[in-house]
C-alpha cells in the first residue's frame, strides 16, 4: 500500500465527467477491441446511453485529482430471462497502468452496494468470452457463468 491507494476515492459521477470516461475507455479497451467501440462518436453516444439509463449508478474512481476509472450500473434493467428487475453492470475500466490495485474491486464494490440499496437481489453483466482478465474478476467476485449468446457470456451473482 503505497500513496496512491492512499488517494483514491470513489464517487459519484457527473455529467461532465462522460467525456473524460469516453477517453478513458477507449485507451483501456485497446487490445479487446472486438468487444468495444473503437470511434470517439460512438463511444460518446454510448457513455450519454449509460447516462440515461441511471445517472446514479455511475462511479468514478479519483486517484490525484485524475479520474483513472469508472463503472456504469443501470439499477432500471430488466431481466427476461429472470422476468423481474436486476442491477446491471453496463460497463466497467480502469486505466491500463492503474490496473491490478483494486481500483475495479472497489468500484464494482460501490455499485453492488447501490444496488442492494435500491432493494435489488441480483445483479448481471456481459462479458466476452476471450476477455479472460475481465472473467477472473468477476470470478474473484463471485460472478458465475449463467448463459451465453454468441461471443458473449452472461455472469451473474446475488447481492
Ligand atoms: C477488469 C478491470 C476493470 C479490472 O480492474 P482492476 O482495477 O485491475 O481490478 P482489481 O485491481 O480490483 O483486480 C484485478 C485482478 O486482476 C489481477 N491483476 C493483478 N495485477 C494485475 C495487473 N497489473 N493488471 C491487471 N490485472 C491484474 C489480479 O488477479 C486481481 O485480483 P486480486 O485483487 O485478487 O489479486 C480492468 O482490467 C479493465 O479495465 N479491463 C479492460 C476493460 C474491461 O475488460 N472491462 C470489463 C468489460 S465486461
Known amino acids: 500500500m503505497g500513496n496512491k491507494e492512499e488517494d483514491l476515492y470513489i464517487k459519484q459521477a457527473e455529467k461532465k465527467d462522460l ?40 462511479f468514478k474512481a479519483i486517484n490525484n485529482n485524475k479520474i483513472v476509472g469508472f463503472v456504469a450500473g443501470d439499477s432500471n434493467w430488466f431481466s427476461k430471462k429472470r422476468g423481474s428487475k436486476v442491477g446491471a453492470v453496463h460497463e466497467i475500466v480502469v486505466l491500463p497502468s492503474f490496473r491490478g490495485r483494486g481500483i475495479g474491486t472497489a468500484l464494482m464494490e460501490k455499485v453492488l452496494s447501490y444496488f442492494r440499496d ?32 454468441n461471443y458473449w457470456i452472461r455472469m451473474v451473482k446475488n447481492l
Do not use: P, Q
Not at 479487446?32 to 453516444?45: I, S
Open 118 to 149: 435500491k432493494g435489488l437481489s441480483v445483479v448481471e453483466l456481459w462479458v466476452g468470452d476471450e476477455n479472460h482478465r475481465a472473467i477472473d474478476f468477476y470470478k474473484n467476485l463471485g460472478f458465475k457463468e449463467e448463459g451465453r449468446y
Open 19 to 58: 467525456e473524460e470516461f469516453a477517453c478513458i475507455y477507449l485507451e483501456g479497451y485497446k487490445g479487446l477491441e472486438e468487444y468495444a467501440y473503437t470511434h470517439m462518436d460512438d463511444v460518446k453516444a454510448y457513455m450519454d446511453w449509460l447516462w440515461r439509463r441511471d445517472s446514479k449508478g455511475i
